[in-house]
């Protein structure tokens, strides 16, 4: 399962609400090759669910994973910071061995 931070719900909302999305979008999360630590997160919208994707709902938030990026994500909680040392969704990931400095990549 994903979950997500009351902060994180509190953004998502109002990024949904500012681009006038309604119930049908949820949020997208996956994992790409890239980044300096090999794998990076990415966020998006979507409002079509794959057959092999996983979804989730946490907090009222719902979240569509396709398989393969699961198996990295899997017991991951989606946080949002807007503090001074940075400002932005963050993955608190119990896979990744290793993540970067800035924590937009990881490794397993």
Same mark, same amino acid.
């Given at each position: 399962?994903?979950?997500?931070? %009351? *902060?994180?719900?509190?953004? /998502? ?7 006038? +999305?309604?119930? @049908? ?32 709902? %946490? *907090?009222?938030?719902?979240? /569509? ?7 990295? +994500?899997?017991? @991951? ?32």
């Amino acid at each position: 399962m994903i979950t997500v931070s %009351d *902060k994180a719900k509190e953004k /998502v909302e109002r990024l949904m609400a500012d681009a006038s +999305l309604d119930e @049908t979008y949820r949020l997208r999360a996956s994992v790409a090759g890239g980044g300096c630590s090999g794998l990076s997160y990415k966020l998006d919208f979507d409002n079509e669910v794959k057959p092999m994707d996983q979804e989730f709902e %946490d *907090k009222g938030v719902r979240v /569509v994973v396709d398989m393969k990026s699961f198996l990295y +994500l899997a017991g @991951t909680q989606l946080d949002f910071s807007d503090g001074l040392n940075g400002k932005g969704f963050f993955f608190d990931n119990p896979n990744a061995s290793r993540t970067c400095g800035c924590g937009e990549s990881f490794s397993v």
